[in-house]
């Protein structure tokens, strides 16, 4: 027993002395930033290098080979980070002690049965990568834009079709609707969410039918409200092939000049995935105190738990991000993410529509705090 147990407390510290030369080696060189976690990547990755910081979202790694000697694909979605971009904490409460109740009044319109139904309506279009437009014009990407153009239209909006790419049977939109505020010059906020996937048949429920859903309820209830922003809300294509339609739309938006006037931009990518209530709200360093006042709302008008995270990669805030406009990211806890991630198993069962909702409430909670929103008289 006692000689095992010996050889036991042995063999541990020489796996503490392997695991030390490991790790000294693996200190050597550049950290670099994970800019996909797509499963298929995570397993390349992973014979070339160590992790040296898996926070949320945000995982580090240093390399065991030359820079040079990777694969150009894989080298793509590695970027050198400096640690002072890293950041990754509880967001802390914020001088507001008690909610404003016309923003309570706002945010208590949310319902997680809508979002709920949205995202059921999204994910049933059948395959939504936006290459399925190469293939049919009548693929799910197309009906997924039919779809959510159509809700717009509903909702009392004239949606824009901000096609971007010919593709072999259709073109690659963005789906585009405004609320004008009605004075020239008027500051604007964005809102995004993609509506494609990564096209398995049916899926993609929580990545990212759930943020495109979230931009349809936030739509919906704005309907209901003057406001001295213009509020300007995309569902988004082509995330899934390198942000393809997030930056078309910024690119867009600049050329007609729009894209001076957008003061805010809060992207939602998979906010339906929930273990321990954490939210995670991605952005820049420079954009660390506005990360915390959405932090401190979310403690004002939500459940959730609400974690800081620097640096962005990876989804439709990084475009707006590079314009230099403050955006964050709100998505679901990444050190609990979803299983099903990138699987055609991302079906909407197991999701949470309670805690979507919720998401949903703090980004309209941001948006009273930001813009003057005054109640229309309801319709009859
Ligand atoms: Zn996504």
Not at 211 to 227: C, D, F, H, P, T
């Amino acid at each position: 027993m006692k000689l095992s147990a010996l050889s036991g407390v042995f063999s541990l510290l020489l796996l503490y002395a392997a695991l030390g030369c490991a790790q000294q080696q693996a200190v050597s060189g550049p950290s670099y930033l994970l800019m996909s976690q797509d499963p298929a990547f995570l397993e390349e990755i992973s014979k070339i290098s160590s992790t040296v910081y898996s926070v949320g979202r945000t995982r580090l790694i240093k390399l065991s080979i030359p820079f040079s000697q990777i694969p150009t694909e894989i080298a793509a979605k590695l970027r050198e980070v400096s640690p002072e971009e890293v950041y990754n904490a509880p967001a802390a409460q914020g001088p507001e002690k008690t909610a404003d109740p016309a923003v309570l009044a706002i945010t208590a319109k949310v319902a997680g049965a809508r979002l709920m139904g949205y995202a059921d309506s999204i994910t049933m279009t059948g395959k939504r990568s936006a290459a399925q437009l190469d293939i049919s014009a009548a693929s799910g990407n197309r009906l997924a834009m039919n779809y959510i153009a159509g809700t717009f239209k509903e909702l009392g909006y004239e949606p824009e079709w901000q096609c971007y790419k010919s593709r072999k049977a259709d073109k690659e939109c963005n789906i585009v609707a405004r609320r004008k505020a009605g004075q020239s010059g008027a500051k604007a906020i964005l809102v995004i969410g993609h509506m494609d996937s990564t096209g398995y048949e049916n899926a993609g429920a929580d990545d990212n039918a759930s943020g495109a859903a979230g931009v349809l309820e936030m739509a919906r209830i704005l309907a209901g409200y003057k406001s001295d922003h213009d509020l300007i809300f995309v569902t988004a294509n082509g995330e899934e092939n390198g942000i393809a339609g997030g930056y078309a739309c910024a690119r867009k938006l600049k050329e007609s000049g729009e894209l001076s006037r957008v003061s805010w931009a809060i992207n939602m990518d998979m906010i339906s995935w929930n273990k321990d209530g954490v939210l995670e709200i991605e952005t820049n360093k420079e954009f660390l105190a506005h990360a915390d006042w959405v932090g401190a709302q979310a403690r004002l008008y939500t459940k959730l738990e609400p974690h800081i995270a620097t640096p962005a990669w990876g989804s439709d805030h990084v475009p707006f991000l590079e314009a230099g406009i403050p955006t964050y990211l709100s998505i679901e806890h990444w050190e609990s993410h979803n299983p099903c991630y990138h699987k055609a198993c991302d079906k909407m069962a197991a999701l949470s529509w309670d805690y979507a909702a919720d998401i949903v409430r703090l980004n309209l909670a941001v948006i009273a705090g930001k813009a003057r929103l005054t109640p229309l008289a309801s319709k009859p």
